[in-house]
């Protein structure tokens, strides 16, 4: 069974410290994604990294920063968190190329409240 | 630019049908994709068109393109509580990278009276 696990459900940070989000997947996938959802706007890309090392921004960057140094891991940092910031953040992987097997699979998010 | 719209809610009773509507921008897309996200999961693939069909049948859910106007919809026979979620209708772009991200409409949160 596929799977993409976030490592906190819920997380609570005051304005100014320094946020990680962790993401793992276990399908071998190239490609990892990291997305914020706020009611309204939808899923927006934050950035996204097609292999090992290799990072690419998405849509909405700024404030953000990324980390991927192994294959199943992907890092979102906030490195001075904002009140702007509070939002569900998914986490998505998927493997290389389109087509219809191009399926991005979730994981279960993270509610980032910033105070 | 990117842009993938959809309408904010929906509400139907048990039993009729359900029509999500999206319009995408990206003429060149190959296939496109509806996502669902059930209360407090992330986004899991429901079905898919290939730009070239006009219609793609899956047991209750029915998928209708109109290439021409870019305009792409759901419907959902025989609307179960259930099927209660957040559709996303979705489109690929080809990146520089030379993989494909995801452009993901705003969402429509279907509610489903008993």
């Known amino acids: 069974d596929v799977k993409v696990t976030q490592s906190s459900r819920y997380l609570v940070k005051r304005t100014g410290e320094k946020v990680f989000l962790e993401c793992v997947q276990d399908?071998?996938?190239?490609?990892m994604f990291w997305y914020r959802q706020d009611p309204g706007l939808g899923l927006r890309l934050i950035y996204f990294s097609y292999d090992v090392k290799m990072k690419e921004k998405g849509d909405i960057p700024e404030g953000y920063s990324v980390s991927r140094e192994k294959k199943e891991r992907f890092s979102l940092i906030l490195e001075s968190a904002s009140t702007n910031q509070t939002s569900m953040y998914l986490c998505?992987?998927?493997?290389?190329?389109?087509?219809?097997?191009?399926?991005?699979?979730f994981g279960p998010g993270t509610r980032l409240t910033v105070t | 630019g990117e842009d993938v719209e959809q309408s904010l809610f929906l509400s139907v009773r048990e039993g009729d049908s359900s029509v999500i509507n999206c319009t995408y921008t990206d003429s060149s897309s190959t296939y496109l994709y509806w996502y669902k996200q059930e209360p407090g999961a992330g986004l899991q693939l429901l079905t898919y068109i290939f730009s070239n069909m006009d219609m793609k049948q899956d047991q209750r859910l029915t998928v209708l393109l109109n290439k021409k106007d870019k305009h792409l919809s759901l419907r959902i026979a025989d609307t179960q509580t259930g099927d209660s979620a957040i559709y996303f209708c979705a489109e690929t772009l080809g990146v520089t990278s030379g993989t494909y991200k995801y452009i993901f409409g705003t969402g429509t949160r279907l509610k489903v009276l008993a």
């Open positions: 998505a992987s998927s493997t290389k190329g389109g087509g219809p097997s191009y399926e991005q699979y």
């Open positions: 399908m071998d996938h190239e490609n």
